[in-house]
């Protein structure tokens, strides 16, 4: 099975500011898919935004960018001007390419507290 | 169009007692998924589906069943129930099987067993 690892269980951000959630993982492949995931407390999990390895340019959906560094294997998600509804579980998850499976890995998520 | 449906929202098993938990999606996807999340853990794959009548055991599959009759349809069965059972259970489908899809997720069932 394929490992992510998320090496920050809690992080803290004041309203407005920036925060950087962590995500490491391990393949052999080159072609893959990262993805981060929300999870408020009603525990539905959304989608905040998505990554193809073949891809250099790093992904950004409006406050949420991410920096993706394949030789690293690393995945991390910037969310900028915090938000009160950013307050969550945040989720990494990676997608082999199809030919590996279809299975998606989590990591053990981080839970993010935005601070009035 | 309502997604990805599952129910029931909660249950409380005894040790031993059988139940099926129900997923539903209306979207027409053929991937069907079914994950458990432990406490303080991420999702673990139980099962999935790429298609009706195709099934395929994930990373924890023991103790659970799993069958697939229409495209709609992916319940999920537990014959004997455990106390290692209590967990969150999640259904999610993609769109589809390619290299991009995101998942939508149902709601979750929270399933103790005593």
């Known amino acids: 099975a394929q490992t992510v690892t998320q090496s920050q269980p809690e992080m803290s951000v004041q309203e407005a500011e920036t925060v950087t959630l962590s995500c490491t993982y391990d393949?052999?492949?080159?072609?893959?898919?990262l993805f981060w995931y929300k999870q408020p407390p009603s525990r539905q999990m959304i989608l905040v935004i998505r990554?193809?390895?073949?891809?250099?340019q790093n992904a950004t959906e409006n406050r949420f960018s991410v920096n993706f560094q394949k030789a690293a294997k690393s995945f991390s998600l910037k969310i900028s001007d915090s938000q009160l509804g950013d307050a969550a579980m945040y989720f990494c998850?990676?997608?082999?390419?199809?030919?590996?499976?279809?299975?998606?890995?989590f990591g053990t998520g981080t839970s993010l507290t935005v601070i009035p | 169009n309502a997604g990805v449906t599952q129910t029931p929202k909660f249950r409380i098993l005894k040790i031993g007692q059988s139940m099926t938990l129900q997923c539903t999606q209306d979207?027409?996807?053929?991937?069907m998924y079914w994950y458990r999340q432990d406490p303080g853990m991420g999702l673990k794959l139980i099962y999935y589906?790429?298609?009706?009548?195709?099934?395929d055991k994930g990373e924890v599959p023991n103790g659970y069943n799993v069958s697939r009759s229409t495209t709609e349809d992916f319940p999920l069965r537990l014959e004997l129930a455990a106390p290692s059972q209590t967990s969150v259970y999640f259904c999610?489908?993609?769109?589809?099987?390619?290299?991009?899809?995101?998942?939508?997720f149902g709601p979750g069932t929270r399933l103790t067993v005593l």
């Open positions: 998850a990676y997608k082999g390419p199809p030919r590996t499976g279809n299975q998606f890995y």
């Open positions: 393949t052999s492949e080159s072609d893959y898919y």
């Open positions: 990554q193809e390895a073949y891809k250099q």
């Open positions: 979207m027409n996807h053929n991937y």
């Open positions: 589906s790429v298609g009706a009548g195709i099934t």
């Open positions: 999610a489908s993609p769109p589809g099987g390619g290299p991009t899809d995101t998942q939508y």
